[in-house]
């Protein structure tokens, strides 16, 4: 199939079609707009290409308005000797193909289900943003507990909620303001910042006010709530990605935090080293880098060590020592606390049984283990404890659990048959941190607690303030009532724990009795008492 060619001449400066062929005339070229507008285009390139070496060059080429547009690919070579300063100009018809690659385009750009731009589109959004130098923020909506949704209604009443989501988002927006669905149940709004940041603010409770309403879909009736994050475009690298990372980044803080929140640098920069952190204490985990320390839990009326409370210690391959309240939090929020939970029980008790096999026997201490709400909820506590006792031969009886309030109060029920299941091997259990959080007495009627760990916040500076005392107090009634032994922790001097053991506290643990002792120093304080 012969292709259009047209010879062109230069006469008086310009470019003419001095002769075409059928195919040339066939595909309408010679019309005087489509000529005109094709004549313009070789225009731009003949007299280069003439003045140079080459035999040909190619190039793209569109033809005609933005309704009515072809697609060429061009080939210019010169024209035969003796015809005069000229070329011959050869089409190739690709507008099929530039309509079927911009079909394409648009469907990779496009969220199937709610017809939105979806993350690379969304992208493209914020790039044609920046080429044109306009101020702009990312706000990004997370709909909260969407997973849990899909599971209980089923994925297509997910689907509905989305799309009618959608909508509700485009009728909160300015005439001005793109959305784009960036992820499973995020969305991103991409607005240009005309005056001062409050626009973010202020789009932000527009939405809030949009989603509040129930969404009435065709088998249910659904209330979403969801958190927004926002990111300025200032001191970014024109890089859209980056930017809808720092509003994801922002979202995840507010819905810790029930609110708004705008991305800052410095928070992101706390959250990189937590990051960090995570990364060496999983493998600090798996090279079983970590090890115990034991501090010492006594009877107040004797001043004897009655148990050791097993607490984690991280020294890093460089030396350096990583305080609990610095990689505990990241181990819970990670979920790293649950394979050190499973190290530590195991670790505790091989050394319980090691002290007892220095002593010929029972050694006469305890040991005291914690147990966090994350292990709770992730963990078969009950079999690993189980197991524990196994390996290291020690009875159930000489092992005391520590459980946080707040890992008792978060689910109860399910915790109270975890906590009769524990009590079938044996152990003590005691609440760990009591007065710091939300307990209900019914909770410490009905769980099958046998100690209160009295919170050190309580206990320090108790002597110089009487609501503190009169706090103690109380915790040491309410326990004794309900016939419970106390341990009050932060103990530091003696007068303190004198004053315990008169109010009728039974045990105490802090800095006067000891701090957290390797296994030798332990093992040297259980010898000193035999």
């Not at 283990?369 to 290291?392: G, M, T, W």
Request: charged share 25%; aromatic share 6%; proline share 3%.
């Amino acid at each position: 199939m012969a292709i259009p060619a047209a010879e062109i001449l230069i006469e008086k400066g310009a470019p003419v079609v001095a002769a075409s062929n059928d195919a040339y005339r066939r595909a309408a070229l010679n019309d005087s707009r489509t000529q005109a507008g094709l004549l313009a285009e070789v225009a731009k390139r003949i007299d280069g290409f003439l003045a140079s070496d080459q035999t040909s060059i190619e190039f793209p080429l569109a033809v005609g308005d933005v309704i009515d547009c072809r697609y060429f690919q061009a080939t210019l070579t010169h024209a035969a000797e003796g015809e005069g300063e000229g070329c011959v100009l050869m089409l190739v018809d690709h507008t099929a193909q530039h309509h079927t690659e911009r079909s394409l385009r648009r469907e990779m750009m496009t969220d199937s289900l709610t017809g939105l731009p979806n993350r690379q589109g969304f992208g493209d959004l914020i790039e044609a943003m920046v080429a044109n130098g306009q101020r702009h923020a990312v706000l990004v909506i997370d709909l909260n507990r969407f997973g849990r949704l899909n599971a209980c209604m089923g994925s297509l009443v997910g689907d509905e909620l989305l799309i009618t989501v959608a909508r509700r988002l485009k009728g909160a927006l300015r005439s001005r303001d793109s959305i784009g669905r960036i992820g499973g149940n995020e969305f991103g709004i991409l607005m240009m910042i005309d005056g001062s940041e409050d626009e973010a603010h202020i789009l932000a409770e527009r939405i809030d006010r949009a989603l509040r309403s129930p969404f009435r879909l065709t088998d249910y009736e659904v209330n979403v709530e969801a958190s927004v994050g926002i990111a300025f475009n200032e001191g970014l690298d024109d890089d859209a990605e980056e930017l809808i990372r720092h509003a994801q980044f922002a979202v995840k803080h507010a819905k810790a935090a029930g609110r708004t929140q705008v991305y800052h640098p410095q928070a992101f920069t706390i959250a990189r080293a937590q990051f960090a952190m995570e990364t060496a204490l999983r493998r600090a985990i798996e090279r079983e880098e970590l090890h115990l320390a034991y501090q010492p839990i006594c009877d107040l009326s004797t001043g004897r060590t009655i148990a050791f409370e097993a607490l984690a210690r991280w020294r890093d391959a460089e030396g350096r020592d990583h305080s609990p309240s610095d990689f505990i939090p990241v181990a819970e929020e990670s979920g790293l606390i649950v394979p050190l939970g499973r190290w530590a029980a195991n670790q505790a008790l091989l050394q319980l049984a090691e002290w007892d096999r220095r002593a010929g026997g029972d050694c006469g201490v305890r040991m005291s283990v914690n147990v966090s709400a994350i292990q709770l909820q992730r963990d078969d506590i009950p079999a690993l404890i189980e197991s524990a006792l196994a390996k290291a031969g020690v009875a159930g009886e000489r092992l005391i659990l520590e459980l946080t309030e707040s890992a008792i109060v978060g689910d109860p029920d399910r915790v109270s048959a975890i906590m009769n299941a524990l009590k079938q091997l044996g152990p003590t259990i005691a609440m760990d941190d009591f007065g710091t959080g939300y307990s209900s007495l019914a909770y410490l009627q009905k769980l099958p607690i046998d100690i209160l760990k009295i919170d050190r916040s309580f206990v320090s500076g108790m002597l110089a303030d009487r609501d503190k005392i009169a706090i103690v107090r109380a915790i040491l009634g309410l326990a004794q009532a309900l016939g419970m032994k106390t341990t009050a922790e932060g103990i530091e001097a003696v007068e303190l724990g004198q004053t315990l053991a008169a109010l009728g506290c039974t045990h105490g643990q802090g800095y006067y009795y000891a701090r957290p002792l390797d296994p030798d120093a332990a093992w040297a304080m259980i010898a000193g008492q035999a």
